[in-house]
């Protein structure tokens, strides 16, 4: 399989869609909307996880101008999932499904798509950038279509529904994914069958919302019929994210994290924030990915505290510690088999969370193959990784042996560097290489 074309489309296409999103996010910013009635859940939820409250048809761009819709069948849903309390609530997502019939083998497959970091303010929502053209995994969405498989992306908890967003809270983020794979299963008219076989994808956040999904599926859903995982640039450990984001590029990453903590856990930031922070809390609730990124790229967090000590300092003592300590990923095993993916050159993620997370489930005897490469950057990871997970999850829903690599990962194979800065034509890469005409 010939893995370049589509790696140099693939960064055509996200160079594209990021720098003319910037502009509309900042706009939508500056004019965020009340929340569409979709988005409010009713007083009283379905009986059981994965259930749906409701769905409508909606959209999918590539683009954020619209020029490029995805021909498919495009459903936005909410549906039932469970917070880290088990206690109900409604989040939201999209199913998507090629139009005609599935021409494999057996049943249509569903992927379950965890996206990466998308912010925290309700319109970063991905069932709403899909349908707005600023979905900046799109691209990738697309390339699973066109091999057949139907997709149940999530929105996860607080993204367009009420509440601030529980960014990598490891189990209600693995609840959403695995709930989302149900609630396509049950929609009506979807074509994707209950009981087929399914497969989970997710980088950096989504590969965080993936491991924590393998860590739970066999007792938070063990009727899934789960092939394979395949999971990039997993945060494990958000001590050591924390530390590496701090005064960095992705500042902002490090604010939607302590906000997602102390939403998911009830603590209040008031007391450890000075009004710089809140100000700082408060511009990070209401920002997506790349107007927070511009806006506090290379921010201090020590110039947001009481007492001028950075927020990771505060993430090793309590009330956080503890809440920190259970979005460990690692300490669970996944009952299926799974790919864990990332760049030696990451500057997001520490590289060597990903080598220790592949040997900390090694070492429980899960089936784990090592796969890292040379990708420039995490998003440069993202694009050199992606090719290789998709065809590995071909090889599990073909039922292909696996080869797992545990106790050899570093003589893992490395992929080879991706160049990510070519500026070829478009519409003639998406056409010809992503097959989107």
Request: contains cysteine.
């Amino acid at each position: 399989m010939n893995l370049r074309p589509f790696q140099r489309a693939a960064a055509t296409v996200v160079t594209t869609v990021v720098g003319v999103s910037f502009a509309v996010a900042t706009a939508s910013a500056a004019s965020a909307e009340e929340r569409p009635p979709f988005y409010e859940p009713p007083a009283e939820l379905p009986g059981s996880n994965g259930d749906l409250v409701r769905s409508e048809p909606s959209e999918y761009f590539l683009d954020p101008l619209k020029a490029i819709k995805v021909d498919a069948d495009v459903q936005r849903v909410m549906y039932r999932s469970s917070d880290r309390g088990g206690a109900p609530i409604a989040v939201t997502g999209t199913v998507i499904t090629p139009r005609g019939e599935w021409q494999g083998e057996g049943e249509r497959p569903v992927v379950g798509y965890a996206p990466g970091t998308q912010g925290i303010a309700d319109r970063c929502a991905p069932s709403q950038q899909l349908a707005n053209g600023t979905e900046y995994e799109g691209v990738f969405v697309k390339a699973m279509l066109s091999k057949g498989y139907a997709v149940a992306m999530t929105d996860y908890q607080g993204l367009g529904t009420p509440g601030v967003h529980t960014y990598i809270n490891r189990e209600v983020s693995g609840n959403a994914v695995l709930d989302a794979v149900r609630a396509a299963q049950r929609l009506p008219g979807a074509d994707v069958p209950d009981g087929g076989p399914v497969v989970l994808y997710g980088y950096s956040q989504g590969g965080g919302g993936v491991a924590g999904a393998a860590e739970l599926a066999s007792a938070y859903a063990p009727e899934l019929d789960i092939r394979g995982a395949a999971a990039g640039a997993v945060p494990a450990e958000l001590g050591g994210v924390g530390a590496n984001l701090d005064g960095g590029f992705y500042a902002a990453f490090l604010g939607y994290a302590v906000a997602g903590i102390a939403a998911g856990y009830d603590i209040d930031l008031e007391p450890y924030l000075n009004d710089e922070g809140e100000r700082f809390r408060e511009d990070v609730e209401n920002s997506c990915t790349i107007d927070g990124i511009a806006q506090f790229a290379f921010a201090q967090s020590k110039d947001f505290t009481e007492d001028g000590r950075p927020l990771t300092d505060y993430l090793a003592e309590e009330p956080f510690a503890s809440a920190v300590g259970e979005q460990r990923i690692g300490n669970g095993k996944p009952g299926f088999p799974v790919l864990v993916a990332q760049s030696r050159l990451d500057d997001v993620i520490p590289f060597d969370q990903s080598e220790t997370l592949a040997g900390d489930w090694c070492a429980q005897g899960a089936d784990v193959q090592f796969a890292p490469n040379l990708g420039p950057t995490h998003i440069g990871g993202a694009i050199a990784s992606f090719p290789r997970a998709f065809a590995w999850l071909d090889d599990r829903l073909a039922g292909e042996p696996t080869q797992p690599n545990c106790g050899n990962t570093e003589q893992a194979p490395v992929d080879p560097e991706i160049p990510v800065d070519e500026r070829q034509p478009l519409l003639p890469q998406l056409s010809e290489r992503l097959n989107l005409e």
